[in-house]
């Protein structure tokens, strides 16, 4: 507004007046929510009984995981932990062998001498389990981050094996992001498993030596333990309820933190005075995650504590129980006090073995999500043909009543499109933003598959085609290409170099009027792109523009792709580039996006799209004879008559 008002006054005067900016209107500000999170949506309703069937295959899966990352380590592992339970076992026999010797009937000597082999075997058990316990710990440590690697790389494995229009499916991002959290969480199951396996089995053997000691004193111990796994599982499944439905803002807050420092966005940030309002909804959104940590936490911290509440009311019970076994003459005092230190110990492995498998459940969850991606995203995983496409390309690339709607959305991005594209054809794509441009030419290469009537490389429908052979015969130049953070050589030749070597890299530059760009770099093709990290080198747009176009001529291959090409290149850089186009379009299919219609006219056909339909389709000298939305669209950009409101003619005089 201040600038509007600006140049009004200075009509008048020659001096503009200086208008002060206003400042943002009060109120609240808006706030940014996500419409919908349908992931968080499904798995929260999950109950604890549909968890804990879940968990066996969570944990087998963990296990196979586990197998294909050290199956060595695995086997130690598990037999350590094993070796220790039952030494600790034996420890604890020994301890109530040599209590009750110690505390027999009889002289000193005689119960030192009769302690004495229980004594002896106490010592050399828990050595014995102590190094057990310290080997397994060494071996879980060794495990656990080759599990995480390997969980990672599911993960991984399973995002590049999918469909491409897997990512513009809200569901798959997000079940992508609670899977990348499950996977951070495996070296936590490998752990748990570990302490809860160790803890089972010393409560087991305690829990024997108590049925041989009282067998009345059992039920009560398991009594004890009911209420305290009860408030402990189902404080962890609150706890990962409110991790679920916060899934979505914890997304838009480290998206937001992102965007919010990052230095592509720096200049944007600091021009557009955006810095207050983003850290306003950084900070509306941690409000709202925190008070649903804190509900959360609360009701955790009040079922938990009611679980040990009852537990020890149980424990009571127990003490109360071997109390009253003494008093009546029922047990005698040596057994009580044995009982007395095995009740302890089981109560101490209880503790412990509860504390991991509360742990264990908690993290099994976020791993049941790394679970649930992996299985999920089975309906996205690329299922093509194994029919490999022609190295020299398609002859011709037909569509019959093609359509593409994203998913999620009601309209179709593209629709009712019949074409036949034959290998030497250049075919200018044009339309007005938003037409199905870029979505017809990911269709084409087969980048999405058609959800309506299909497209056919030389009579081969191609989802019966290898889609890595499709590719392979494809050189693209997205609308928005990647700026590796690799050097210059990498950049153009993806880590692919042809046999030629650098002089391929250098051929492929200069076709693409890269070749100026190339020479200012200070150590030439290894120049590293990171601009980023240290010793790092960066372009101008424009000159990474011609870094991508270059990538595309060096694939040298028979289809040729490029979506808005020179938009961000000077006039010579167009001309250059356009030129030398039509130089390599020889004997390859050639499709190009433009809004520079003045580029079409080296077409041999335009294909102008509006609302995902293609309306025209001709020649350039046809389409600007037809007098459609192409001529009127060229007349516009040109300034011809009719279109340009500052110097065309027809624009009336009274105006
Ligand atoms: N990931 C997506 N999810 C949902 N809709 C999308 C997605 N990408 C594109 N669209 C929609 O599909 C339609 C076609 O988009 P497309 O990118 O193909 O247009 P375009 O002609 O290339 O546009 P432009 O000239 O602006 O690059 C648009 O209405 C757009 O909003």
């Known amino acids: 507004m201040g600038q509007v008002t600006s140049s009004t006054s200075s009509a008048v005067s020659p001096v503009p007046v200086p208008v002060p900016v206003p400042a943002p209107a009060p109120g609240p500000p808006p706030v940014m929510r996500l419409k919908d999170d349908a992931h968080a949506g499904t798995n929260a309703r999950i109950n604890t009984r549909a968890i804990a069937g879940r968990l066996p295959s969570t944990i087998r899966r963990a296990w196979l995981l586990s197998w294909r990352a050290d199956c060595r380590t695995l086997l130690a592992l598990v037999a350590c932990t094993l070796a220790c339970a039952v030494l600790t076992a034996l420890a604890l026999r020994s301890t109530s062998t040599l209590l009750t010797a110690l505390l027999a009937s009889g002289t000193a000597a005689h119960r030192l001498h009769q302690a004495l082999p229980s004594l002896l075997v106490v010592t050399t058990t828990a050595c014995g389990s102590y190094l057990a316990d310290a080997s397994a710990r060494l071996a879980a440590?060794?495990?656990?981050?080759?599990?995480?690697?390997?969980?990672?790389?599911?993960?991984?494995?399973?995002?590049?094996?999918?469909?491409?229009?897997?990512?513009?499916?809200?569901?798959?991002?997000?079940?992508?992001?609670?899977?990348?959290?499950?996977?951070?969480?495996?070296?936590?199951?490998?752990?748990?498993?570990?302490?809860?396996?160790?803890?089972?089995?010393?409560?087991?053997?305690?829990?024997?030596?108590?049925?041989?000691?009282?067998?009345?004193?059992?039920?009560?111990?398991?009594?004890?333990?009911?209420?305290?796994?009860?408030?402990?599982?189902?404080?962890?499944?609150?706890?990962?309820?409110?991790?679920?439905?916060?899934?979505?803002?914890?997304?838009?807050?480290?998206?937001?933190?992102?965007?919010?420092?990052?230095?592509?966005?720096?200049?944007?940030?600091?021009?557009?005075?955006?810095?207050?309002?983003?850290?306003?909804?950084?900070?509306?959104?941690?409000?709202?995650?925190?008070?649903?940590?804190?509900?959360?936490?609360?009701?955790?911290?009040?079922?938990?504590?009611?679980?040990?509440?009852?537990?020890?009311?149980?424990?009571?019970?127990?003490?109360?129980?071997?109390?009253?076994?003494?008093?009546?003459?029922?047990?005698?005092?040596?057994?009580?006090?044995?009982?007395?230190?095995?009740?302890?110990?089981?109560?101490?492995?209880?503790?412990?073995?509860?504390?991991?498998?509360?742990r264990l459940f908690a993290t099994s969850l976020y791993v049941t999500d790394w679970a649930t991606f992996l299985d999920g995203a089975g309906e996205w995983t690329m299922r093509r043909g194994t029919t490999p496409a022609l190295a020299a390309g398609p002859t011709v690339i037909r569509t019959r009543e093609l359509a593409y709607t994203y998913p999620g959305q009601e309209t179709a991005a593209v629709e009712g499109a019949n074409l036949e594209i034959r290998r030497g054809e250049v075919i200018a794509l044009v339309g007005e933003n938003g037409s199905g441009k870029t979505t017809l030419a990911r269709l084409l290469t087969g980048l999405y598959l058609p959800t309506a009537g299909e497209i056919t490389w030389d009579d081969i429908n191609i989802t019966d085609l290898d889609p890595e052979t499709v590719w392979r015969a494809t050189a693209m130049v997205p609308q928005d290409y990647t700026r590796w953070p690799l050097a210059a050589r990498e950049n153009i030749t993806l880590g692919q170099p042809l046999p030629d070597g650098d002089q391929a890299v250098h051929a492929a530059a200069e076709m693409a009027g890269a070749d100026v760009v190339l020479k200012k770099l200070p150590d030439g093709l290894d120049t590293s792109l990171a601009r980023s990290w240290w010793g790092g080198h960066d372009l101008s747009g424009g000159q990474w523009q011609r870094i991508a176009i270059a990538r595309a001529f060096h694939r040298d291959a028979p289809v040729l792709v490029l979506d808005e090409p020179t938009a961000a290149l000077d006039a010579r850089g167009e001309h250059q580039v356009f030129s030398r186009l039509a130089r390599l379009a020889a004997g390859r299919t050639t499709l190009f996006v433009t809004h520079r219609l003045a580029n079409t006219r080296l077409a041999d056909r335009i294909l102008v799209l509006k609302d995902g339909r293609i309306i025209e389709n001709g020649s350039f000298v046809e389409l600007l004879a037809a007098d459609g939305l192409f001529a009127e669209l060229y007349r516009l950009q040109e300034g011809g008559p009719e279109g340009d409101p500052v110097h065309g003619a027809a624009v009336p005089a009274s105006a």
């Open 141 to 358: 440590a060794r495990l656990a981050p080759r599990v995480r690697r390997e969980a990672d790389l599911a993960v991984i494995t399973t995002s590049v094996d999918a469909e491409l229009g897997a990512y513009e499916d809200a569901g798959f991002e997000d079940g992508r992001f609670a899977a990348t959290k499950g996977a951070e969480k495996m070296p936590e199951l490998i752990n748990g498993a570990q302490t809860l396996v160790s803890a089972a089995a010393q409560l087991l053997a305690a829990v024997t030596v108590v049925a041989t000691l009282h067998a009345a004193l059992l039920p009560l111990l398991v009594l004890a333990v009911v209420p305290r796994v009860w408030g402990a599982v189902r404080a962890a499944r609150l706890d990962h309820e409110a991790a679920h439905r916060s899934l979505g803002d914890t997304r838009l807050r480290s998206v937001l933190a992102q965007y919010t420092t990052d230095r592509g966005t720096a200049a944007e940030l600091r021009s557009g005075t955006m810095g207050r309002f983003l850290l306003e909804q950084y900070r509306i959104i941690s409000a709202r995650l925190e008070a649903e940590q804190l509900t959360a936490a609360r009701r955790a911290a009040l079922t938990q504590g009611s679980g040990d509440l009852l537990a020890t009311l149980a424990l009571a019970a127990v003490w109360a129980g071997i109390l009253y076994l003494t008093l009546t003459g029922s047990m005698v005092v040596a057994t009580a006090a044995t009982t007395v230190l095995v009740v302890r110990t089981v109560n101490a492995s209880l503790t412990s073995g509860v504390r991991a498998s509360a």
